[in-house]
């Protein structure tokens, strides 16, 4: 990823940094050198746009990432086919929330049975130190779009990740969880 990103709390998910992308180069083994960069989201959408967070599924065929268009919405799920340079939106996170917050979708993870795992503050709830809103793990099943809350903590989650083991596919999860009720006792776990 690349692009104009500003420093911000990690754990605020209403980042807009437009003009950034998602880039690939292939790497010669041999030499550890990289070949030309191929600019996968450069021709996805007009205008500016805020592309960020890829993550690419088992069988190096499909890329899911976060995707926002605009200053006043939020971030969505997206997934590119890398042989085709088709793409879809997966989420869309709608209108702002109450108090005019912005819904976002990010950092999405493939999990066991080719499902999208991502954090969102959807609910719109306010998280445990009241300075930003709740963000949770959702399932995402790309094919039928059905769409399952996974956590209820009033804790921000960022940053899934599923640990595969061999032929396992995996099915334990894990992920970085700001506690924040007390501002000089603030850690991420």
Known sequence: VSGPLKARDVFDLDAWSPGTHIWHARLDSE???TGPLNNLT???HSGQFDARDPAIDGSGKQMAFA???QPDRGHRIA???LASGSWRYLT???PPLAGG???SDRDPTWGPEGHIWFVSNRAGVVADGGRLLDAELYELDPNSGALTRRTYTPHI???PVFFAV???AGGEVSFTALRDVFADQRRAH
């Open 67 to 69: 995707l926002r268009t």
């Open 92 to 94: 869309d996170p709608g």
């Open 101 to 103: 917050q912005i819904r």
């Open 157 to 159: 989650e960022r940053k």
């Open 31 to 33: 030499a550890a050198v």
């Open 42 to 44: 450069g021709s996805l």
């Open 79 to 81: 997934l590119l086919d």
């Open 166 to 168: 061999g032929a396992e």
